[in-house]
């Protein structure tokens, strides 16, 4: 019998345990890696870097208080480097975000699948609130999420209209 | 343990912070004690802001009623013709339902003072809206309410302290459609302060823009000029102390000794809310006061109402200019159904859906939609909604009362009855609205699609410890003491003798100010 590949090893549906010590810079810059596919997959037009900040303020966030995300993290970071070594980039992004959807917590029984629900799939909504959105509607101004800067700009903060 | 106080203050919400902010504006050494049955959940925390953002979970959901007959520990209760829901509808927290409310900062109308002699249904108020009016400014102020002065409502003295926000593109187009119906529209007044970055994330607003009790309580009580002014979270009170005409202090549970404790004061001003105000006088039972204080006529707990939200929905087949909830609170409303000419019936309170048109973008993705099939999504078929609260009317034999035992954080169960003497009726009148509604979406080509009434739900449930003038037929007079005792108050929406057709957050925040004027004056004498 031909061992899983390491993405494919089972897991239990649970939410993995945290490690002792803060995600390491090789882990945040494969998890970076992780959110910027997002932007590739979809063929989104956005400069990803004017996310980072809030992307890393989410990882913080979620790092620490209850549940800990760092288990969750460390393993997509272990999961997306492997499938970019062993199957490229490309095949990499459309494996994690075309071939895999998990949309329940029981579905989550590999690593691939833990990753992708406990992970990119948060990645997902932080890249769309933070400014992924106007990707998609370049007019749009705001989205449930989003800092858009004080209402008192010269500009307002979303789409307007008058009556006639 | 006792002590003297000259004020106790049982609740935490935006009624004791008001109240207890003009105390110590009187006297910034006034002794108060602040008595609040929930726990501190903190605000402005970053990572509950980001659970609500990436998985829709607030910090403060565990507070809520736990109505569920399924459950072992259900603590809310429904009887009568009509089902009453708890849920969602309060927190119990220090900051009150200050902290997931969406700050929509409405003032009733000059009719609604005078219900019962105008209609013959529900009750007057012992004043006139005339007096309340400076509150309501004074209110506005502090609250930091946008909105639009030229806009259908009562007589202003002032403008808002703050302009209204925009419409979105959407809500453009609505009022467009709302000529059809004779609805004139208005701009949502909302309690935002200048900092308002629109995440539409309200429920838990990520900087404290969106007022908050615990944001304000905590600014009075890190003054160092009122050393006096104390708060205790986790303590529920059981039983207010009284000898005949005089109260003189509480008896709570201090969960940090976890025993009981007595604490005397002066006054006592119940700011618990409609439930728990309520249930805190039925439980204040002494041989003087064998049916509990205020309680000689049977009058505390009657009159029970609150707001049944209507609302419909239509679907058009394009979408444009992919328009969706960008704000994600509404900004168009209109008070053209909340007039005279329709007190007798109900008044209604119209105001956009604010989740729809709805694209949910991360949803599409993470259910492994293209980027061809989103684009299709966000430019296809899309829906519009209107919604409205519709005005109920005090009825004696519509009542809370205590329910036996006791539920989370200590506090006595709740038992609502709630029936319709003329349910058909009522539900036609509700019916003939949501048509109305209906022409204003087809104007704009949608067609009809989907129409609901909620149960009434606790959220803006008022009118049991009213005012009036007579203590046979109200429970609290003019200036909010209760009847019969010279030193308790209710300060929350129990004392509201109307629920009008709006949410009652301002009111009351009015109500509040002008009480702690009065205590003020009172205790300058």
């Not at chain 2, 949501?434 to 979406?441: N, R, V, W």
């Amino acid at each position: 019998m031909s061992t899983p590949a390491f993405w494919d090893e089972p897991l239990p549906a649970t939410m993995l345990d945290p490690p002792a010590s803060p995600l390491s810079n090789q882990e945040i810059d494969a998890l970076w890696g992780l959110f910027k596919a997002i932007a590739i997959h979809w063929s989104l037009d956005i400069e990803v870097e004017l996310l980072r900040s809030r992307w890393l303020d989410m990882l913080e966030a979620r790092s620490a208080g209850q549940p800990d995300f760092r288990g969750e993290y460390g393993n997509a970071a272990q999961v997306y480097t492997a499938l970019v070594t062993t199957l490229g980039e490309p095949a990499a992004i459309a494996k994690i975000y075309q071939d895999t959807i998990v949309t329940k917590p029981e579905q989550a029984l590999t690593r691939l699948t833990h990753a992708k629900f406990y992970v990119a799939n948060d990645f997902i909504r932080c890249f769309v609130a933070t400014g992924g959105f106007r990707a998609f509607v370049p007019k749009a101004r705001n989205y449930t999420g989003f800092m858009g800067g004080s209402r008192f700009r010269a500009w307002p903060p979303v789409r307007t209209g008058t009556k006639s | 343990m006792s002590r003297d106080f000259d004020f106790i203050l049982i609740g935490s919400g935006v009624a004791a912070t008001l109240v207890c902010q003009r105390l110590l504006e009187a006297n910034p050494l006034a002794s108060i004690l602040i008595l609040e049955a929930g726990e501190r959940i903190p605000s402005r925390d970053r990572r509950s802001w980001w659970d609500l953002v990436l998985a829709r979970k607030t910090p403060y959901s565990a507070t809520y009623d736990d109505d569920s007959t399924k459950s072992p520990a259900q603590e809310s209760f429904s009887t009568g013709n009509v089902s009453w829901g708890f849920k969602e509808s309060r927190v119990r927290a220090y900051g009150g339902s200050t902290m997931h409310w969406g700050g929509w900062s409405l003032r009733f109308k000059e009719e609604d003072f005078q219900c019962r002699s105008r209609t013959g249904r529900g009750a007057d108020w012992p004043f006139g809206y005339d007096e309340l009016e400076p509150w309501y400014a004074l209110a506005e102020q502090i609250l930091a309410v946008g909105g639009d002065a030229s806009d259908e409502g009562p007589m202003r003295s002032g403008l808002y302290p703050l302009p209204p926000y925009p419409w979105s593109a959407h809500e453009a187009e609505l009022a467009n459609g709302f000529d059809t119906i004779g609805l004139k529209p208005g701009h949502m007044p909302m309690a935002r302060f200048k900092r308002c970055v629109t995440t539409g994330t309200c429920k838990y607003c990520p900087i404290g823009a969106r007022y908050s009790a615990q944001d304000h309580l905590d600014a009075l009580l890190f003054d160092p000029a009122h050393r006096n002014l104390g708060l205790k979270t986790s303590a529920p009170v059981r039983r207010i102390l009284a000898d005949r005409n005089l109260v003189h202090g509480v008896e709570y549970f201090d969960a940090a000794s976890s025993t009981f404790a007595t604490a005397h004061a002066r006054q006592v001003i119940v700011c618990a809310g409609a439930y728990e105000s309520t249930k805190l006088l039925l439980a204040s039972v002494s041989p003087e006061w064998p049916a509990g204080l205020g309680n000689r006529y049977d009058q505390v707990g009657r009159y029970i109402v609150t707001h049944l939200l209507f609302s419909v929905e239509g679907t058009r087949p394009a979408n444009p200019q992919s328009l969706f909830q960008e704000y994600d609170f509404p900004t168009l409303m209109s008070r053209s159904w909340d007039t005279p000419q329709r007190q007798a019936e109900g008044k209604m309170f119209v105001f956009n859906n604010r989740a729809l048109p709805k694209i949910e973008f991360e949803n599409l993705m993470i259910q492994g939609k293209t980027r061809a099939q989103i684009d299709q999504i966000a430019g296809g078929p899309s829906r519009a909604g209107l919604s409205a609260f519709i005005e109920e009317f005090g009825d004696p034999q519509n009542r809370l009362t205590l329910a036996p035992g006791t539920g989370k954080f200590g506090l006595p169960k709740t038992r609502v009855s709630f029936s319709r003497r003329n349910p058909e009726r009522f539900l036609a009148v509700v019916s003939a609205a949501q048509d109305e509604l209906f022409k204003c979406l087809a104007a704009l080509g949608y067609s009809r699609d989907t129409q609901a009434k909620a149960d009434p739900r606790g959220d803006h449930a008022s009118g049991t410890c009213r005012m009036g003038l007579s203590p046979d037929a109200s429970v609290t007079g003019a200036n909010l003491a209760v009847h019969g005792l010279d030193n308790l108050y209710v300060c929350s929406n129990a004392v509201l003798p109307n629920a009008a057709a709006v949410n009652p957050t301002l009111t009351l925040a009015a109500l509040a100010l002008r009480l702690g004027a009065y205590l003020s004056a009172g205790a300058s004498q």
